[in-house]
């Protein structure tokens, strides 16, 4: 039975749909596409995610073919926002492991800053510098910064955190993050759709922050084990949630522990989807090209 991650809820038959749409011709036919048509980047850049999550499910792959879909997902990324930034001029990109020449005439919906920090965590988890370099070079106005609706979420904050890291003291990265805490009250708490979402989800997500940016190694380990269990709480319940193979894996808590052991701290906590392998580096994009 295909349930690495040990979901309560799980159901046998509506994995073997998703991996027979995914697996059955369709990732053939989106990696052509995708070597033709920018406009497809950002969604190769969620299916090769995806399409990880699926096969280490399954439990039926290697390292090395977990890798190429954490590569995959690095060269689209990168290919979405060459593209974007630089609209109507052609950009020489690896797809596939192979060398493509895209030019995107207008921008896609996905340009935007809740994108860029979506693909920070894989970026994270992959320790892909030529990415992270990419995703923080964007500046306001720009490409990316153009969404109004969003310009009020805890994206913009997040996004100058991450920006300015290295350079600001502790004071300054409390600011931001308080400042993140009530964009996102103001933009979820009181959205009936969101809020189960922003209580179950972002809270615990919050505190996990706190603790990498400015606890300790005890702090984080107690914060990330309750991320976890809200997250699983949430996701593998009776409404079916567990059913969306795009919650399999808690990415941005995986991305936050892999920085964590980057720092030197020791990860204590032990939780089917928090995935050690990638935690210690062993699917690492090094570089884009082949």
């Known amino acids: 039975m295909a349930n690495t991650l040990e979901f309560n809820n799980w159901d046998e038959n509506s994995f073997k749909d998703d991996y027979d749409k995914n697996f059955n ?3 053939e036919k989106m990696l052509n596409a995708a070597k033709s048509n920018p406009n497809t980047s950002h969604s ?3 299916r090769a995610i995806l399409w990880f999550a699926i096969k280490y499910v399954h439990n039926e792959s290697s390292f090395e073919e977990l890798s190429y879909y954490m590569k995959l997902a690095m060269q689209a990324a990168y290919a979405h926002i060459q593209t974007e930034v630089n609209l109507g001029t052609t950009q020489e ?4 492991n192979e060398k493509v020449s895209l030019q995107k005439t207008s921008s896609t919906h996905k340009t935007n800053v809740a994108t860029l920090m979506e693909i920070n965590d894989i970026t994270c988890i992959c320790r892909c510098e030529k990415v ?4 923080f070079r964007q500046t306001d106005p720009g490409p990316f910064f153009h969404n109004v609706n969003l310009a009020r979420s805890y994206h913009y904050p997040y996004y100058y955190l991450e920006k300015s890291l290295h350079k600001i003291d502790d004071a300054v990265i409390q600011r931001q993050l308080d400042k993140m805490d009530k964009s996102a009250e103001d933009f979820f708490k009181d959205d009936d759709e969101w809020n189960d979402w922003y ?3 972002y809270l615990p997500l919050s505190a996990l922050r706190n603790a990498f940016y400015l606890g300790n190694e005890a702090s984080f380990n107690e914060k990330l084990q309750i991320a976890l269990d809200k997250d699983r709480a949430f996701n593998d319940d009776a409404k079916g949630r567990y059913a969306n193979p795009d919650n399999w894996i808690p990415w941005e808590i995986n991305a936050f522990a892999c920085r964590a052991h980057d ?8 939780d089917s989807r928090l995935l050690m392998f990638l935690v210690e580096g062993k699917c690492n994009v090094e570089n884009l090209a082949p």
């Open 25 to 27: 011709g369709f990732k």
């Open 44 to 46: 190769l850049f969620k």
């Open 199 to 201: 209580e179950a989800i």
């Open 263 to 270: 720092k030197g701290w020791n990860i204590t906590v032990n």
């Open 132 to 135: 992270k370099e990419a995703i």
């Open 93 to 96: 990109l690896w797809i596939d």
